[in-house]
């Protein structure tokens, strides 16, 4: 059967057919974000505002975190969640 297909179509099987399109385009503007990637992003905002000589330590970061658990939606840990978003940018300008 493979000689059915072209070598094109075997490597490209989706070339030829009818690709369907929204009738409307989505702007970026018009997307709306998940809640808990508004507040990673908002939080991560937030630690980068802190002067950096008081962002440069994981034991600065604990009391930040802390304060910031009330506002994710999370249904894990929300304080190990803020952590993970904010220790790769630990010391960072």
Known sequence: MAGAFTSRQRF?????????LPSTTVGL??????PEH???RKIIREWMSVPKDKRQTEEQAKPFAKKAME??????DPYRQ???????????P
């Open 82 to 92: 803020i952590m993970r978003w904010l220790l790769p940018r630990i010391g960072k």
């Open 12 to 20: 490209f099987p989706h070339h030829g057919a009818t690709l369907m």
């Open 71 to 76: 506002r994710v939606p999370s249904s894990g």
């Open 38 to 40: 508004e507040a990673r």
């Open 29 to 34: 503007k018009d997307f709306d974000m998940k």
